[in-house]
């Protein structure tokens, strides 16, 4: 499966669908990570930072690899999967466990957490987000926005659940037409939105149009 760094558009689209992808991208880890639009105060404060820290800069200065980062993002996370052999199904573990994996670009591990809170917690819109954030990344595009899907049923307003949503159907589907449908529910369903957010969902809508008519 792809990764999200490897999902480019189809030849053609040309600068501006490039910018809208990269700005995508940079909105959607924000949005997923730490509660992009409106509404992130209903998300639950994990305990710790799930964040994996090197204890050192490396040497060189160079950026670790993906094992080393596993082996970080492990030796983490073995205290929150010693307490879970003891209660499973606590979804603040499984949660900061899922961060941590996140974190360290291993998004199959921190999707297997996450789903398994999810499973705990069914009607938990934000787990099912961060859920989502794994599954895109990992390039499992259809259950990502499955996810989001399932939390919209429990929260048809939720606006972290749309944003992504519409950024999963254009970035991961090229599907303009679901994507704009999201956004536009997002604004009409939260008019609390600050004033900067508010103007990155009409960013997106209208660079997502002038792409449409472009290519009619």
């Known amino acids: 499966m792809r990764s999200i760094e490897a999902m480019a558009p189809p030849a053609g689209r040309?600068?501006?669908?490039?910018?809208?992808?990269?700005?995508?991208?940079?909105?959607?880890?924000?949005?997923?990570?730490i509660g992009y639009l409106a509404r992130a105060w209903r998300m639950p404060t994990p305990p710790v930072q799930a964040r994996v820290v090197m204890p050192h800069p490396p040497m060189s200065g160079r950026r670790p690899s993906l094992e080393e980062m596993k082996a970080m993002a492990d030796k983490q996370a073995a205290p929150l999967v010693e307490k879970l052999k003891a209660d499973p199904k606590n979804t603040d573990?499984?949660?900061?466990?899922?961060?941590?994996?996140?974190?360290?670009?291993?998004?199959?591990?921190?999707?297997?957490?996450?789903?398994?809170?999810?499973?705990?917690?069914?009607?938990?819109?934000?787990?099912?987000?961060?859920?989502?954030?794994?599954?895109?990344?990992m390039g499992a595009v259809d259950n990502a926005i499955d996810q989001l899907n399932q939390a919209l049923s429990y929260d048809p307003k939720d606006a972290n659940s749309l944003f992504n949503l519409g950024?999963?159907?254009?970035?991961?589907?090229?599907?303009?037409?679901?994507?704009?449908a999201a956004w536009q529910k997002l604004l009409k369903t939260n008019p609390q939105l600050s004033p900067e957010r508010k103007a990155t969902v009409e960013k997106l809508i209208s660079e997502v149009k002038a792409h449409r008519h472009q290519g009619e």
């Open 93 to 137: 573990l499984l949660v900061q466990a899922g961060g941590i994996y996140h974190s360290a670009h291993q998004y199959q591990q921190a999707a297997a957490y996450y789903d398994r809170a999810a499973a705990a917690k069914p009607s938990d819109v934000a787990i099912r987000t961060k859920l989502a954030a794994s599954l895109f990344r």
């Open 167 to 180: 950024l999963i159907e254009w970035q991961g589907k090229q599907d303009g037409k679901s994507a704009l």
């Open 14 to 33: 040309g600068i501006q669908v490039r910018h809208v992808y990269l700005m995508a991208a940079l909105c959607l880890m924000a949005g997923l990570a």
